[in-house]
């Protein structure tokens, strides 16, 4: 069965810096994975989707990257600022019949302070 | 933003009464969901359909119905609601021709069972 995990449950950082998210899986037969952004009250947006056969995707200031071997996805944020604070969710997509179906990690939330 | 609205946003109701919570698009998407999300839990499939009439269960099923008869309606019933089942309520979508079933989700539903 297919876990995911995100370590840690929270982190606070200074404006300005650059930092890393975790994300772990245990299947490597993943069909995809999705970042997911997530304000306090609100549905989740998202942030990167990459392909199985993909090893990082790129949206202005974030990159995320997976390796599907070692079952790890990171999303690299640079220069924080107080607006990226929310909760950020990993996914990942199952292979069997490509049915889109998530399984979610529970989420790492990120506070950024001026 | 994808087109995804939910309603009711928010909902009351007492234990042992129906409840139905409708999702609707306007992505022409093939593929929906309805996932809930609650503390220490995380995020968690209850139900998806992979096309009009064509519905199957996630990993939290039990106590829940679907029906999808119309590409862009995807209804959630609460046969008979309990307090377990106080929880936000999440519908997405996706579509294998648009960035390889990458999922939008809905604002989100906020039901509570008293």
């Known amino acids: 069965k297919q876990e995911v995990t995100q370590i840690p449950a929270a982190l606070s950082v200074p404006e300005g810096e650059n930092l890393v998210l975790n994300c772990s899986f245990t299947d490597s037969a993943i069909y995809n994975l999705q970042w997911f952004r997530q304000d306090p009250g609100k549905g989740l947006t998202s942030l990167l989707l990459?392909?199985?056969?993909?090893r990082e995707q790129t949206s202005g200031r974030l990159n995320a990257s997976l390796d599907k071997s070692s079952g790890r996805s990171t999303l690299y944020i640079a220069a924080s600022q107080p607006g990226d604070s929310a909760t950020y969710l990993c996914a990942v997509g199952r292979v069997s019949g490509n049915t889109g179906k998530l399984i979610f990690g529970q989420g790492t939330t990120l506070q950024v302070k001026p | 933003d994808a087109g995804i609205t939910q309603s009711p946003r928010h909902k009351v109701t007492e234990t042992g009464t129906p409840v139905t919570l409708r999702c609707h698009q306007t992505e022409n998407h093939r593929y929906m969901y309805w996932y809930r999300q609650d503390p220490g839990h995380g995020l968690r499939l209850i139900h998806y359909?992979?096309?009009?009439?064509?519905?199957d269960k996630g990993e939290v099923s039990d106590g829940y119905s679907v029906s999808r008869s119309k590409t862009e309606d995807f209804l959630l019933t609460l046969e008979s609601a309990t307090s377990s089942q106080t929880s936000v309520y999440f519908c997405a979508i996706s579509d294998p021709g648009h960035s390889g079933y990458e999922q939008y989700f809905g604002p989100g539903t906020r039901l509570t069972v008293t």
């Open positions: 359909s992979y096309g009009v009439k064509d519905t």
């Open positions: 990459i392909q199985s056969s993909q």
